[in-house]
């Protein structure tokens, strides 16, 4: 099972940059209509990016690292929004993704490191109740599949409204 868990959360940044290629261009700052139905965080494409970034530094790197170094910790959940709010404009996908890339190779790196009694200790998640290490890998995994399947969603609803602008008028007679 660690095995597989680890070979998911390393073979992610590679999923995540194919995902995002299926976006046009044009559209990294796509917002749709409505975002009922969205399956992670309501961000616009490049706007995915960057969270999935900030939440592998500001959120499971110090999650993590807390986990291991201390005595059963209280995590912080962190309000995305607003982390995303006080980031302000960010950088191209490129930089996103580079970022994010070197980023969860340093995570994958220190948990394929860890023992069966490190990836035991405990901890209390925030707005979630307890975990384990092991049991935030697979929060992270988690996270990562949410926002796979945003990107795939926001393809879905970028496609529609680019269909409609490009569809020939209907005439009645």
């Known amino acids: 099972m660690q095995a597989s868990l680890l070979a998911a959360l390393a073979r992610f940044p590679q999923e995540l940059r194919a995902h995002y290629a299926l976006i046009p261009t044009v559209h990294a700052r796509f917002r749709p209509e409505s975002w009922d139905g969205i399956p992670s965080e309501r961000f616009d494409p490049l ?3 960057w969270h999935v970034r900030d939440i592998e530094l500001t959120g499971y790197h110090v999650r993590f690292r807390r986990t291991l170094e201390e005595d059963a910790p209280v995590l912080a959940d962190i309000d995305s929004y607003a982390l995303a709010e006080a980031r ?3 950088g191209p996908a490129e930089l996103a993704l580079a970022e994010f890339e ?4 340093q995570t994958v790196a ?3 490191a860890l023992t069966p009694q490190q990836l035991a200790r405990p901890a209390m998640f925030e707005g979630f109740g307890p975990v384990t290490v092991r ?3 697979h929060l992270l995994c988690s ?3 949410q926002h ?3 990107l795939q969603w926001l393809a879905c609803r ?3 409204a680019t269909s409609r602008n490009d569809a020939p008028e209907r005439r009645t007679a």
Request: proline share 0%.
């Open 143 to 145: 996270h990562d599949h």
């Open 110 to 112: 220190m948990l394929a």
């Open 148 to 150: 796979l399947s945003g």
């Open 158 to 160: 970028i496609d529609a």
């Open 47 to 49: 706007g995915q990016l």
């Open 135 to 137: 049991g935030l890998m």
């Open 88 to 90: 302000g404009t960010r």
């Open 102 to 105: 070197a980023a969860r190779a």
